[in-house]
């Protein structure tokens, strides 16, 4: 079955640091990956997401995310935090071809930017 | 963008009771709704795929007569817990998709049962 792994579950940084949340997914086959955010009292919303092309992808708010293949990795960065960036991160896997539609998230990540 | 709203925001019920959810698709028609549950500081773990004039697909582990899921037109669809006990007390999300792939969620239901 397919999993995704987020390996940072709570990440304080201050204010202008730069960040890099981990994302690895187990799945041999295509897939389209997503990065959503989750501020406080508020629903999910996309980032970003990669379907194919360009690995390096570029989303909302100044955030990117880098798919490798070869490491099943679909990491998200961010050069310079803001305090609005406090949220919690998912990332989930579709797998192209399947059951279209159906997410698989990882277990998410708090993000905590300190002002 | 879309707009996906659930009614209730939030829900007290005692146990034995039946509560429903509403997942509704402000300003684009959803063939496919998706509803999940989301513990406290956990994923979201999808429950089932709710398709409209179909019956809905559940994951597996999901028991589907305790939740029931009815996609009546391609604007709404309801999520019934049928018979709470407190263990389903959580925070339930829904998403519809569009014509295309895109997926927008709801803002959830807190449901705390007694």
């Known amino acids: 079955a397919q999993s995704v792994s987020q390996h940072n579950h709570h990440v304080i940084l201050s204010e202008a640091a730069s960040l890099e949340l981990g994302c690895n997914y187990s799945?041999?086959?295509?897939?389209?990956l997503f990065w959503y955010v989750q501020y406080p009292g508020q629903h999910l919303q996309l980032l970003l997401k990669y379907f194919s092309g360009d690995p390096l992808v570029k989303g909302i708010k100044g955030f990117e995310a880098e798919f490798i293949k070869s490491k099943f990795s679909f990491n998200l960065r961010k050069p310079s935090v803001q305090w609005s960036d406090t949220a919690e991160y998912f990332c989930?896997?579709?797998?192209?071809?399947?059951?279209?539609?159906?997410?698989?998230f990882g277990q998410g990540t708090t993000l905590q930017v300190k002002p | 963008g879309a707009v996906v709203s659930q009614h209730p925001s939030r829900v007290i019920c005692k146990s034995g009771t039946s509560v429903k959810i509403e997942c509704r698709s402000l300003?684009?028609?959803?063939?496919?709704m998706f509803w999940y549950r989301q513990f406290p500081k956990k994923s979201l773990m999808l429950m089932a795929t709710?398709?409209?004039?179909?019956?809905?697909?559940?994951e597996q582990g999901v028991e589907k007569d305790k939740f029931l899921i009815n996609h009546a037109s391609l604007t709404l669809s309801t999520l019934t817990v049928t018979s709470a006990h407190p263990e389903d007390s959580s925070f339930y999300i829904c998403?519809?998709?569009?014509?295309?792939?895109?997926?927008?969620f709801g803002p959830g239901t807190r449901l705390t049962v007694l």
């Open positions: 989930a896997v579709n797998v192209q071809g399947g059951n279209t539609g159906k997410l698989i």
């Open positions: 799945y041999g086959g295509t897939v389209n």
């Open positions: 709710s398709n409209e004039g179909s019956k809905a697909t559940y």
């Open positions: 300003d684009f028609q959803a063939t496919t």
């Open positions: 998403s519809a998709r569009d014509i295309g792939t895109r997926q927008f």
